[in-house]
């Protein structure tokens, strides 16, 4: 059997590689670190010898003369010159600011910084290092590498939707593409994997579903499902292509499902499939009892697919029902410490302990007798879903608005969060008080977390590169929640400033030119005064008859 998902690569060989010779591994960061360190000296010695060459050769260059010349053609323009200047000034660094205010908003960062990092600081010596050992470490204690874009796995979602019944529907009614093509392609990939088994043992009509999970026309896609079912009218491949895509009601998708069942024979992988969509659609249905049965059935049939979290379905069907001692029993299970977490995981063990206090719970009273052993249970829970995915409460309580979820997940992400909420925010609502009690006491789980978040309080900290793989997997019009909140980026400010203080200079220019003038004049004088006495100091220290001397050697 194929799996649905890979792990992430090893950097247990591109360690080995790194060490096989530590001596000029360690020569190498030595040199480039000394490099580094002495960059700085040597521009500013480099700086000195330039000023004094210019101050020796003054006389050869006739700097004086031309210093005197240029404050001679200063002098004779006019104020309609420097508020023209001015004015220039302010709308290129407005038109910067503009661009560099658009560039963040899109993707995240200064468009100046990034190009300074990217090119000017290897110029410079600067090195970056993949990891920084020794600043992040795990729960347990031990060193951990900061996780880069490319460790961020993407998870497909347990509880995704169905693309003809559910996510057209949504772009016919609103005229939105709900999936983003990035998105769209990775399931295109796992049904590849999934569904064609060995490629050396493939039939006509496998070929034909293997080019059709590739098309990016929907209607190519339909056209080659039936194509393949031409070929073999057993092809049940084919038959969850029209459930998925042209199915436009979850009862078509499900008959759709159980002709695909009938054609599956032994395969594992399309059985494994079929049945987790039929007991999705049973859900949707209504009959939950029955789509409870059916996923207790898959999970007992294939215990060792734990990474198909069949097991988030059944949670949110036990939910559903009300079951929460059946919930409770599925957490035990899954809630481990040596299994991956998850939203789902997470936030309905907190829904949990908040449904026992929240609906007596008060912040007043909490405030004057403190909080029971009960609260403090719940509120702990709830700091810690929080700390493993700080998007959810904002869906959850309404700040933001939510929109489909994506076909794949990042843990811990937005696209997560989106996810969770769409499905379990009727659960959240069903508790009476819940939602309050998240609301009175989410945000001190920041209080909780060190910052920068260096390290994490009960889970690894939180990955940097789950603004970039959540702007791939959610559409455009949805506005993606970042983690920590971003800072304005120091060119942002600078450029704001210098477009203020040139507008504000150019103005005032206009108004009052003479009063600009002798203000100029002052500030210059003020400002070239320190070298006019640096320059004294010289010229009394050597004479101006001894550099002449040496200039003419």
Partial sequence: MIPLFTAQPSGKNMEDATSSNPQSLGFTDKLKSWLSWSWTYICAVWFAMVLTMIYVLRSPLKLQDTLTSASVFLNTLTPKFYVALTGTSSLISGLILIFEWWYFRKYGTSFIEQVSVSHLRPLLGGVESSTTTGLFSSVNGEAEPRPSVSECKVWRNPLNLFRGAEYSRYTWVTGKEPLTYYDMNLSAQDHQTFFTGDTQQLKLEDTVMQKAWRERNPQARIRAAYQAIEMNHECAAAYVLLA?????????????????????GKDINLLVYIKRRLAMCARKLGRIKEAVKMMRDLMKEFPLLGMLNIHENLLEALLELQAYADVQAVLAKYDDISLPKSATICYTSALLKARAVSDKFSPEAASRRGLSTAEMNAVEAIHRA??????????LLEMKSLILPPEHILKRGDSEAVAYAFFHLQHWKRAEGALNLLHCTWEGTFRIIPYPLEKGHLFYPYPGCTETADRELLPSFHEVSVYPKKELPFFILFTAGLCSFTAMLAMLTHQFPELMGVFAKAFFSTLFAPLGFFADKMESFMPSSFWHQLTRI
């Avoid at 998925?244 to 599956?264: D, G, P, V």
């Avoid at 929080?386 to 869906?395: D, M, T």
């Fill in 244 to 264: 998925e895509e042209e199915a436009t009601t979850i009862t078509e998708a499900e008959r759709l499902f159980k002709q695909a069942l009938r054609s599956a």
């Fill in 386 to 395: 929080v700390e493993f995915n700080p998007h959810v409460p904002k869906y």
